[in-house]
């Protein structure tokens, strides 16, 4: 025996293919435990051969929900190619072996009161949301999601949001939807929204927490937090945050925090 | 035949001794304080726990950027974020004290002074069941020169915990010096029980486009594969230069990694940078060495140690 419950799993692609832009969906078909995993969690994938150390480290990856054509669920990935790592998973195809775990993180947890539910992303740090919406959605929450890119490109596609979310857009290059980023988008969902949740790069967060403290709205918002990780699972100290109540590790107290915790 | 022995000691002139149930411990700084892999593995089945560096006030650590990965390694710059000894004692020990592992505790001092506080604040706590004395830190008495460089400063730091402790006393050597075995012998003298081999390799890297340090500080410590046939050397050298045992610390990935050390000398191994790329990795590098031992009939851990200094050039 090696490990009483572990945590890491070998997992095989089922499919890896650009989805919209320069996003990826990879599908990874893995063993139970990984598929347990709950909106807000994210797994590490090691993004080299099974007896290479270069590249060492594992990358973090939110959880974008499970696929489950035939009862057999799919672990499912988005992801953007930015480095070694991204561009090593690029080269995945049907068959592969990838070595992956998880489910790591706490999960966002919506109050059960909530009826409007918001959802904004930037970027890539929309991966998390097809999934968290359509669950909320099924429970008769009414989701709106804000995405914003640079250009209408790498925005995603409306048909991979449940039919009942309601998608806004806003680019930069004002190519589709509002121009500008989605804090432009943002003030009109305010009086509406009775919880937020957010995922995308500090600035963003930044400018939300000005509209936020601005505008006075009272009500709860979670932010999905990116930190540089070495581990995921607590061990390393890498991923450490300035909170109110002090340093916390992304990975480990995280990914999701409160905004007003942080900013 | 009978599974091959894997228990060693690692204070064999200590009278209370530290027996570890097989070679394989977690290393500083890359293992929390335990409680996170307690929840999903069996911590207790290891040979020995290494706590996160512990100091006498809590630290925050290093604002943002701590890691970076390199070839083959990464480097850190965590500042020793950690509790404290006051939160350690109150709220970890405790749970260390219904453990059936021994937790090494890996203490540092800005001072000579402050490494004797900590060895006394920690000496008859339940659930702390050795130090591991981290002396690659500034020395502040001295104006920030580590302790660990200079045999002198190594030695009473090591003299500091010894005498303020009955428990055994592991230091932990640094790599960043010209002849290791000069402050290997240093520490010995004065009284460890075991050497460590090493702590991480000071290294860095630039950030081409912003030019400047991809880390907060200019300097990190290097960890994982990369180092390894450094640290191997050094290992072989302190070994041959003290007559107490060594463990060794640096890349060890894979069982295969730890057998070679432990034929060049070393008595334990610590995983470190591995538990960060597979959680599994300690458990494995122990299977791993029990699985060597049976294929060469080997009946002990300890009849493999130090085996490949013994050989024959052609
Ligand atoms: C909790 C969490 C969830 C994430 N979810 C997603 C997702 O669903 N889709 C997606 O595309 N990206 C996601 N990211 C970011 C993703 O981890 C990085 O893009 C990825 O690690 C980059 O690896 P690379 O080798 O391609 O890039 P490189 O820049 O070559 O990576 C070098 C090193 O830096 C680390 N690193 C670089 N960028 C980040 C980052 N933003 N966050 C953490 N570590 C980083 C890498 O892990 C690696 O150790 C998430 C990050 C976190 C922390
Ligand atoms: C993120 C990180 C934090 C570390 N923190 C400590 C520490 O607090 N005290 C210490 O003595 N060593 C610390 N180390 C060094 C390790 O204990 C170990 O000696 C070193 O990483 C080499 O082993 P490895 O290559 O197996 O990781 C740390 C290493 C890493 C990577
Ligand atoms: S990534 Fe290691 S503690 Fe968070």
Redesign the pocket.
């Known amino acids: 025996m090696t490990t009483t419950a572990g945590l890491r799993f070998a997992a095989s692609v089922v499919a890896n293919r650009v989805l919209y832009g320069q ?1 990826w969906q990879m599908l990874l078909d893995a063993p139970g435990p990984v598929r347990a995993g709950r909106p807000g969690q ?1 797994v590490m994938l090691r ?1 080299a051969d099974a007896r290479s150390c270069d ?1 060492l ?6 959880i ?1 929900g499970y696929e489950r054509p035939a009862g057999r669920a799919r672990l499912r ?13 690029t080269e995945r195809t049907a068959g592969d072996a990838v070595e992956v775990t998880g489910p790591l ?1 706490h999960a966002v947890r919506l109050r059960p009161g909530t009826r409007h539910l918001l959802l904004v992303a930037g970027g ?1 740090g929309i ?2 949301f097809p999934w968290m919406a359509a669950l909320a959605a099924e429970r008769g929450v009414s989701v709106t999601v804000i995405h914003g890119a640079r250009t209408a490109e790498e925005l995603l596609p409306p048909g991979e949001l449940h039919p009942e979310v309601e998608l806004v857009t806003a680019t930069e290059d004002g190519s589709a939807g509002v121009q500008g980023r989605v804090t432009d988008a943002l003030p009109d969902y305010l009086d509406w929204a009775d919880e937020i949740v957010a995922c995308g790069p500090v600035p963003m967060f930044r400018a939300m927490a000005g509209l936020v403290r601005r505008s006075g709205y009272r009500r709860p918002v979670h932010l ?7 581990c ?1 699972t607590g061990i390393c100290y890498s ?1 450490a945050v300035e909170t109110r109540r002090g340093v916390r590790l ?2 480990k107290d ?2 999701v925090f409160e905004l007003r915790e942080l900013f | 035949m009978d599974a091959p022995d894997l228990s060693v000691e690692l204070a064999p002139r200590h009278k209370q001794g530290l027996r570890l149930r097989n070679p394989v411990m977690v290393a500083s700084g890359t293992f929390s304080n335990g409680l996170e892999f307690a929840r999903h593995h069996d911590v207790q089945s290891l040979g020995a726990i290494v706590s996160k560096g512990t100091t006498l006030l809590p630290r925050r650590g290093n604002p943002q950027r701590r ?3 390199t070839p083959g390694g ?1 480097l850190n710059s965590i500042g020793f974020q950690n509790i404290g000894v006051e939160r350690l004692v109150r709220d970890i020990c405790p749970i260390w004290a219904t453990w059936d592992v021994p937790v090494v505790v890996n203490i540092l001092g800005d001072t000579v002074a402050e490494y004797a506080r900590l060895a006394a604040r920690l000496d008859a706590v339940p659930g702390v069941a050795g130090f591991e004395v981290n002396i690659s830190c500034p020395n502040l008495d001295v104006g920030g020169i580590e302790f660990g460089v200079d045999p002198a400063a190594a030695a009473s730091a090591t003299r500091a915990v010894r005498e303020h402790t009955s428990l055994p006393v592991v230091v932990k050597l640094t790599p960043n010096v010209t002849e290791i075995a000069l402050i290997a012998r240093a520490v010995a003298e004065a009284g460890a029980d075991a050497l460590c081999v090493a702590n991480t390799i000071m290294g860095t890297a630039i950030d081409i486009e912003q030019r400047r340090p991809v880390l907060n500080r200019p300097f990190g410590g290097l960890s994982g594969p990369a180092v390894r046939p450094i640290i191997l050397r050094m290992v072989w050298q302190v070994c041959a230069a003290v007559d107490i045992p060594v463990v060794a610390s640096g890349g060890i990935m894979t069982w295969q990694d730890a057998v070679e050390y432990l034929l060049a000398g070393a008595t334990a191994v610590q995983v470190g940078t591995a538990t960060f790329v597979d959680p599994d990795a300690p458990w494995k590098v122990r299977d791993g060495i029990a699985g060597y031992l049976e294929r060469h009939g080997e009946p002990s851990v300890t009849a493999i140690i130090g085996t490949a200094r013994t050989f024959r050039r052609d």
């Open positions: 996003t994210f993004c590249p480290l594992p990358r973090a990856l939110s974008a990935l988005l992801y953007d190619v930015v480095g070694r790592g991204t561009a090593w998973m993180g890539i991966a998390p999905l937090m990116e930190e540089i990780m070495a995921g991923c992304v990975c995280g990914p | 890691t970076t990965e990464m």
